[in-house]
């Protein structure tokens, strides 16, 4: 046993779980668990955040990117209250972060007194484990419970600690159970199940695949399995790096986010094999399909369609068991379709990007990342239609990672993503890719990268419009009221904050900038950058719904949606069209 102040003790737990950076902004209610964070600086760092939101939204993003539980703190009151929005998108994809939260000390609580909350009922919802601790001793216990919890549950565990516990001197002896990160053996896939997969699979003329993000770390398997048995894959947006960009059998994803490939080939499609994911948006699909579902949550199997094959397995020791079978397929008619459909979308994405005849599109910012973008670059994602354009040409061909937020849906996350990104992977290129909406609600924190030396490269889309609403007030036939912005210099904000801002208005200047990108990259620049790209204020082509058959949708809504969309049909056919030369 040693002794020691019990903020001390926490951060000893904190290096067990392999927790080397957390992030928050000090204050008198949690004062002493920062001294202990001091204490240990040597083997964890404290990244001051100059908002407690972006502290845990950076939190979460470490999670996703690295299977480690991320780590944040705020005070009591105003601090604890500034993290809810990034744990919120924790809980919401599932990911493990611990929040560290002051309160007043002891002896004035329940006096009304100054900051005084009551914060175990705030975080209930938000948190699996929530408890405020009673006593010094049970500090260094809690927490330790606390990460188990987080892990066990993917979610969020909330400690609520009295500064005066904090500062009390202890006890301490190191926890002898071991810190366990995954709480599930992998679950074989049963060969009775295998059996009638691939005896469907081979029944069908049309079959796809679906891949979610239980289907991560299964790459070279399900590659294997969409070549064996002829299956063109789809993947769902938070899982778009599970299978190579760049296979000819990759659809992309479907929805908004998606392609035209991916709509019209899953539409025509007879069966769907999803593994790894509970995709909620299945319910809207045709019902003239069979569908199987492989899942290792029991209560997932059926939860958003009745499937007619169901598998209780892990991704990849069902899609292992696939790709083992002694069977080759030949090329059909709807594969080759479909390989067409998508070089004939990726073309078209090519075109866009080309043409600034009348200013910089979004797809030539995108398309010159995917140019400068290194084998294993890590990219934060925002929310809008910059993740549209971002998920429909970033390469996921080789070791790249992303984070998004998928499910809550924050604005504001590409930025700690991206200081996460850079923390967790300080050898790897690091991108952030932002609407400047979303840019403009955390754009302080470039602060943060400047005082931590994180070159993390800031790519801000501004069409000075949150264009992501504007496509749905279009939609519902609503005046554009309250979506306009007011611009800004971003990269001369940038310059004056410390870090390094390019300013870009056309292809040129674009690929000017990213010359210099490079080469302050190759001459160990330590400083952020900011591309500050000046795009049209172009509606992104919807593919949620892609009316292009005629026989299907009429011939009304196939020309307004082409023109909407200057959707030229002699390069952008029908998917039936297509089918036919094939056939």
């Not at 392999?18 to 204050?27: L, M, P, R």
């Not at 081979?202 to 891949?211: F, G, S, T």
């Not at 080939?265 to 769907?272: F, K, R, Y």
């Not at 290129?429 to 909406?437: F, Y």
């Amino acid at each position: 046993m040693t002794k020691m102040m019990a903020g001390q003790a926490i951060a000893k737990v904190l290096e067990k779980w392999d927790v080397d950076h957390v992030y928050g902004i000090t204050a008198d209610s949690i004062n002493n668990t920062v001294d202990g964070l001091y204490q240990e600086k040597e083997n964890i760092k404290y990244i001051q955040v100059r908002h407690e939101e972006i502290g845990a939204l950076a939190a979460a993003a470490d999670a996703k990117l690295t299977g480690t539980i991320g780590v944040a703190f705020g005070s009591a009151g105003p601090g604890s209250v500034h993290m809810l929005n990034g744990l919120y998108e924790a809980k919401m994809d599932h990911t493990p972060v611990l929040a560290l939260v002051g309160q007043s000390a002891t002896g004035v609580m329940n006096t009304n007194f100054f900051q005084e909350m009551n914060q175990d009922p705030i975080f209930a919802d938000v948190a699996q484990f929530h408890k405020q601790v009673v006593n010094a001793e049970q500090i260094p216990k809690v927490v330790d419970e606390a990460i188990r919890s987080a892990y066990a549950t993917k979610s969020v565990s909330v400690v609520i600690l009295p500064d005066d516990l904090s500062g009390q001197e202890i006890e301490y002896t190191q926890p002898k159970t071991k810190p366990v990160k995954t709480i599930a053996p992998k679950l074989p896939a049963a060969a009775d199940d295998v059996d009638a997969v691939v005896a469907a699979i081979k029944k069908a003329d049309r079959p796809i695949m679906w891949l979610g993000q239980g289907a991560r770390g299964a790459k070279e398997a399900a590659v294997k399995v969409a070549e064996k048995f002829g299956l063109p894959v789809l993947t769902t947006a938070p899982a778009a790096n599970v299978f190579p960009s760049d296979h000819p059998n990759y659809m992309g994803a479907r929805g908004r986010m998606g392609t035209k490939a991916s709509f019209e080939v899953s539409q025509a499609s007879d069966l769907i094999l999803f593994v790894g994911t509970n995709y909620p948006f299945a319910r809207f699909m045709p019902a003239d399909k069979t569908i199987i579902q492989v899942n290792n949550n029991l209560a997932d199997l059926g939860k958003q369609y009745d499937a007619d094959i169901t598998a209780l397995a892990d991704a990849r020791e069902f899609l292992t068991s696939l790709a083992q079978v002694n069977y080759q397929a030949e090329p059909t008619a709807f594969l080759k379709a479909a390989q067409k459909d998508r070089a004939l979308w990726m073309q078209w994405l090519e075109k866009l990007a080309a043409d600034d005849q009348n200013g910089l599109r979004a797809e030539g910012v995108i398309q010159a990342i995917k140019e400068n973008a290194a084998d294993d670059a890590v990219f934060g994602l925002d929310v809008g239609n910059n993740t549209e354009w971002s998920l429909r040409q970033l390469p996921f061909n080789k070791e790249q990672q992303y984070a998004m937020s998928p499910w809550y849906g924050t604005m504001g996350f590409a930025l700690p993503a991206g200081l996460a990104g850079k923390l967790s992977y300080p050898d790897r290129q690091v991108w952030s890719i932002s609407g400047d909406g979303g840019y403009a609600m955390v754009m302080p924190d470039l602060l943060t990268e400047v005082k931590y030396h994180l070159p993390v490269i800031n790519v801000v889309l501004e069409n000075k419009s949150f264009g992501y609403i504007g496509h749905e007030k279009i939609q519902a036939n609503q005046a554009p009221y309250g979506i306009d912005l007011i611009g800004a210099n971003w990269g001369k904000i940038a310059d004056n904050m410390g870090a390094i801002g390019f300013t870009v208005t056309n292809l040129q200047e674009l690929k000017e900038a990213m010359a210099k990108i490079n080469e302050l990259q190759a001459n160990g620049n330590d400083l952020p950058i900011v591309l500050d790209a000046k795009i049209q204020d172009i509606d992104p082509i919807d593919t949620s719904f892609v009316p292009l058959e005629t026989a299907v949708f009429g011939e009304e809504m196939v020309k307004n949606y082409r023109e909407t969309y200057d959707l030229p049909a002699d390069e952008q056919p029908a998917f039936s069209e297509i089918l036919k030369s094939f056939e």
